[in-house]
């Protein structure tokens, strides 16, 4: 292993590990506690200080998850959709009737929940309303103005008004699949995680294509900055981030390119307030890396298995992490 | 950090073939032994398991095309989504059957392992397995270019249903099949009985296990009743290995109109530094037309058996182990595959003799 970050900054010491008993698919802050969702049935609820709770949620494995701070959402390979708290108390919010895998959730304006199974997406605002995707949704996201929704697909996505069924959902198309979306902050840019590695996107406004490629394999993790000035992204053995700045966003320009490593970057999480990003890469190494001038702190020396959730706290005092071989931690960086 | 090791990797099992040619009595059979394993199945059509398996998902058998241009480099991508959910739930499954509708083209499936990272990483592909009827496949091979796909690229085949064809029409069917695919291990069966190891287990993709790339000759299962003792027989006879551009002796010599084989030898060694850009460039230019190719590979100064497989335009390859000094270091080199440019692939390949 090599040794390229002898001497820099460390925060190792300031943290709170132990063993989450699976491996960890993702974490979320709810305050000062982090929900860590396990690959299978159960979520562990941790602080910087105690032992963590174990909560089962999920008669089987848990696919997606997402938060807003309050409560976990999550969807299993057993039908449910499931909501779970900082008090450690889980409920079935929603099922699938077929039972169906529940691959994709997310959360929206006034508690507005969506999910997917197979090529329907499905958003509960104030009623239930059903969306058929061509193709298998690949993922959601809600646009952050009005009660939009972004399901994508294989060539391409679609932008779907729940609330007027009548009105034909806008798609957007590049050829491939489509497997994860995301709206910039301002809600002037869609971006599109492909099977392919690469990156695709959209202005809105006018719906002129943007190709982000480049990458070693495909994106899996990707999140916006505070301010929406970057979108730091997984997928090649550095840190990439795409500078989403003024009226073209990242068109006509090239990525910034920070903390160089041995293996790649598998996780990122973009700091609450500010211009800060954290990478977990493939052997476990964490770094905290500021986008201005490209400083590092470490954060996790590498280990044995890979980063496979990655979060701040709404705050930006605690970090996160988990790894594929049920190491999960809390970092104490107030 | 080390890469998982194959043997850490669950296996899969891609089953196709014919409506009604006898896959699903084929995969209730492997899910109601008494084996001991546990499968996890992936299928199209939920309702045809009569057992009841606790890992049964649904596939929407969707294929798409990757954003290059080019049309064999399809992907499987509810596949990659279904497999990464699976193995969430790796510790409660040996391996995982995935059962493709009538319709499939393997490739797609094949190609997935190699092109998702993901999917590489925590799963390999142990051998794709064809069930084709005895009584309708000839039928089959004139109207429906999915079931010769499916014959050509098997690494196994049943020719279940047996006992509703006559010795002579058998012969026909087998004979159909091998001149569609000289190297897969064909068996008779009826009612899809077949020892699990015939089926399962075959790391047929393992680079390791391409120890030699001979045509198959019939192995008839263990079901052979006496008339299958006198083929055998037959075949006995032209027991050497098969000329480079015919199937097997004692067969009927059957070439199809499209399809072929082309197997390359060389007592020569290779030279490694034109080999590669070659392949490389034939497979990125007749990728749509070569739907398997394989070879064991002697280059100059180079004291160790390259091997390496590849689907349309994929290849992976590598270094196997040390020639032995008692062996001869003959290059071999078979493309299955569609209207297949012979003569060009044969000057190429002597090209590359150092």
């Not at chain 1, 916006?224 to 068109?251: C, H, N, V």
């Not at chain 1, 959730?309 to 999960?328: F, V, Y």
Request: charged share 25%; hydrophobic share 40%; with cysteine.
């Amino acid at each position: 292993m090599s040794d390229i970050r002898g001497g820099i900054v460390s925060v190792v010491e300031r943290t709170h590990a132990f063993d989450a008993g699976g491996p960890v698919v993702a974490v979320h802050f709810l305050g000062h506690s982090a929900v860590f969702v396990l690959g299978e049935e159960a979520m562990l609820l941790a602080e910087m200080n105690g032992a963590p709770r174990r909560v089962d949620v999920h008669d089987g494995a848990i696919l997606a998850s997402v938060s807003d701070g309050e409560r976990v959402i999550s969807g299993g390979d057993d039908g449910k959709i499931a909501e779970t708290d900082a008090k450690g108390e889980s409920r079935s919010l929603a099922s699938d009737p077929k039972h169906r895998w529940i691959d994709h959730v997310a959360l929206g304006p006034d508690g507005a929940l969506a999910w997917s199974a197979g090529k329907q997406a499905f958003v509960r605002g104030k009623e239930l309303r059903e969306f058929a995707a061509p193709s298998t949704v690949g993922g959601l996201a809600f646009l952050p103005k009005g009660f939009r929704l972004a399901v994508a697909h294989y060539n391409g996505a679609s932008l779907w008004f729940p609330n007027a069924p009548q009105a034909a959902p806008e798609t957007l198309e590049w050829k491939g699949s489509h497997l994860g979306v995301t709206l910039s902050p301002d809600g002037r840019f869609l971006v599109t995680t492909m099977q392919e590695p690469m990156l695709h996107g959209w202005r809105l406004a006018d719906r002129k294509h943007m190709r982000m490629s480049g990458y070693a394999v495909r994106v899996t993790s990707l999140g916006w900055t505070a301010g929406g000035d970057w979108l730091a992204t997984s997928g090649a053995p550095q840190l990439i981030l795409w500078p989403f700045q003024g009226k073209d966003g990242p068109m006509g320009r090239e990525p910034l390119l920070l903390a160089p490593a041995d293996h790649r970057v598998e996780m990122v999480a973009c700091h609450p307030r500010q211009e800060i990003v954290a990478a977990g890469y493939g052997d476990g190494l964490v770094l905290l890396v500021r986008i201005s001038d490209g400083a590092e702190i470490l954060a996790k020396r590498p280990g044995d298995a890979r980063i496979t959730a990655l979060a701040w706290s709404a705050d930006g005092m605690l970090l996160a992490w988990g790894t594929e071989g049920g190491e999960a931690a809390i970092v104490d960086l107030a | 950090m080390s890469e998982p090791l194959s043997a850490d990797k669950v296996p899969v099992t891609v089953l196709t073939g014919y409506l009604g040619a006898g896959k699903t009595t084929l995969l209730n059979r492997i899910l109601s032994e008494p084996h001991g394993k546990r499968y996890a199945v992936i299928v199209n059509e939920f309702g045809e398991i009569g057992i009841d398996n606790d890992l049964v998902v649904g596939a929407d058998e969707e294929v798409f095309e990757m954003n290059n241009g080019c049309i064999c480099c399809t992907v499987r991508g509810d596949l990659v989504r279904i497999l990464d959910g699976l193995m969430r739930r790796k510790g409660k499954f040996d391996a995982i059957i995935v059962e493709t509708t009538g319709l499939a083209d393997p490739a797609p499936v094949a190609q997935t392992f190699f092109v998702d990272e993901n999917v590489g990483r925590k799963t390999r592909l142990d051998a794709v397995v064809t069930v084709a009827d005895a009584k309708w496949l000839t039928e089959r091979l004139k109207d429906a270019p999915e079931a010769k796909n499916q014959i050509a690229f098997a690494d196994v085949i049943l020719i279940n249903k047996t006992d509703l064809v006559s010795p002579d029409e058998l012969r026909e069917v087998e004979a159909r099949i091998r001149g569609l695919n000289p190297y897969a291990k064909v068996h008779r069966t009826e009612r899809a009985q077949i020892p699990l190891e015939a089926v399962i287990g075959r790391n047929a993709f393992d680079l390791d296990r391409i120890l030699a790339i001979e045509p198959e000759f019939l192995d008839d299962g263990g079901d052979g009743d006496g008339h299958d003792h006198a083929h055998h027989h037959d075949h006995a006879h032209d027991h050497d290995h098969a000329h480079d551009h015919a199937p097997a002796r004692g067969l009927k010599h059957y070439h199809d109109e499209e399809m072929q084989s082309i197997s390359l030898d060389s007592e020569q060694p290779l030279d490694a530094d034109k080999f590669f850009p070659w392949v490389q460039e034939l497979v990125q230019k007749e990728g749509p037309s070569i739907l398997r190719c394989k070879g064991i590979l002697s280059f100059k100064g180079d004291d160790e058996r390259f091997v390496f497989q590849g689907v349309h335009m994929i290849l992976d390859g590598g270094h196997q182990r040390a020639w032995r000094p008692d062996e001869k270091r003959t290059s071999r080199i078979v493309f299955i595959g569609r209207n297949l440019p012979e003569e060009t692939i044969v000057k190429g390949f002597e090209s590359c003799i150092a």
